[in-house]
């Protein structure tokens, strides 16, 4: 069997614990180890996983040794002997961290909360899945960005994008944090278009989408707002729900499903029981597509904890060549993560 690539993950919460699942999943890559800067809950977690745990970001082995969490050493022994490092710090420490990969010559992913040019291309499988090759660093697109970028990729591709409107309706938090909001209230984003478009465009230079976005009070998902004007339109909205249900990282629900919006899709993950009852496809809803003329209107949910999870493992694959296309890296990730793969493509162009 080839080598496998050594990966290790600095940063251990939200994205990072889901990521090193993901990674010590996979036939073709080995996780050497995580990182964080404290002991927690989630460090202990670590540990019980079997995952090897480095002290990153000016942390105290002694703070971890009192609090009876073994640790393997510091992000430098972890960086000394791995093949790529993904990334997983909060917003802009990315940034900072970049330089340490730099110096030591390790290949880096970077998460969405950095700036594009943390990397040198930003990633998303379905959108450009070939950048990756050879790079040093690469850049996983945000949660919204991926659903964006996944749905237009694949719309472009089918039935070609005139122009793209969306509105992103976003949590106000994650489940586990607690000091965002808010609790009470829609907040309109005042950045007018929102950077969601042009994120997007990191990815897909040439896609014509404008974005506004509102924070809401809740933390299971955000909802998309779409309205896409296709340059040719199929015959019915049926053809279109086919389409997104038959290709990877798609999840339509029927309507005889009741899945009435956000609180039913987070009960069906929870009896689905992937890692962390984890949503990692766009979820559509059939009754949720429309098509009036050349006009596309679709509502999608994204998962923010896990839909650039699969995305991180794909990037690591480009990186390294490890897979001939997106189509062949999907199915590997997803097959080790549990996501349905059986009569799943990607329509040819
Ligand atoms: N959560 C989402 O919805 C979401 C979705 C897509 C992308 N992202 C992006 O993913 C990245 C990570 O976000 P997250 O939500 O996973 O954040 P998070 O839940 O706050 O986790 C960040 C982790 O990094 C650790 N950390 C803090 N300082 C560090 C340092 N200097 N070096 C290494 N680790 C450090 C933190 O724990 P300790 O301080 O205890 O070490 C924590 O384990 C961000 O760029 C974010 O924008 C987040």
């Known amino acids: 069997m080839a080598k496998r690539i050594r990966v290790g993950v600095n940063g251990f919460g939200t994205i990072g614990k889901r990521v090193a699942d993901a990674v010590a999943r996979q036939p073709d890559l080995e ?20 995952y090897p745990l480095y002290v990153s970001g000016g942390g105290d082995r002694a703070a971890f040794a009192s609090a009876g969490i073994a640790t393997a050493g510091t ?3 972890l960086l000394s002997d791995v093949d790529v490092i993904v990334d997983a710090a909060p917003d802009k420490v990315g940034r900072e961290n970049a330089a340490l990969y730099r110096a030591k010559g390790i290949r880096a992913i970077f998460q969405g909360g950095e700036k594009a040019d943390v990397a040198q291309a ?39 994008v005139e122009s793209w409107d969306a509105t992103i309706v976003r949590r ?3 489940p586990a944090e607690s000091k965002k909001g808010p609790i009470n209230g829609i907040l309109p984003t005042f950045q007018m278009p929102s950077h969601h478009g042009p994120d997007v465009r990191t990815v897909l230079q040439d896609l014509p ?6 924070v809401v009070p809740t933390t299971l998902m955000h909802v998309h707002v779409n309205r896409v004007r296709l340059r040719h339109p199929p015959a019915n909205a049926a053809e279109i729900a086919r389409t997104l249900a038959a290709s990877p990282r798609f999840r339509l629900f029927r309507g ?8 039913q899709v987070m009960e069906f993950a929870r009896d689905r029981g992937l890692g962390h009852n984890d949503v990692m496809e766009n979820v559509l809803w059939e009754e949720g597509i429309g098509l009036h003329g050349a006009d596309l209107h679709f509502f999608q949910a994204i998962h923010q904890e896990s839909i650039v999870v699969p995305e991180n493992v794909d990037a690591i694959r480009s990186m390294f060549s490890l897979a001939p296309n997106a189509e062949a890296s999907m199915a590997i990730t997803d097959r080790a993560l549990g996501l349905l793969v059986e009569g799943k493509s990607i329509p040819a162009r």
């Open 75 to 77: 992000l430098d022994d």
């Open 209 to 214: 989408i404008t974005t506004l976005a509102v």
């Open 122 to 160: 930003s990633f998303n499988a379905m959108a450009n899945y070939a950048v990756g090759h050879d790079k040093q660093s690469l850049r996983v697109v945000s949660c919204n960005t991926t659903g964006l970028a996944r749905a237009a990729a694949l719309i472009d591709r089918s039935w070609g």
């Open 256 to 263: 005889w499903e009741r899945v009435e919006g956000t609180p």
């Open 172 to 174: 106000a938090a994650d």
């Open 31 to 50: 996780l050497i180890g995580v990182a964080k800067t404290r002991p927690s809950f989630e460090a202990e977690d670590a540990i019980r996983r079997g």
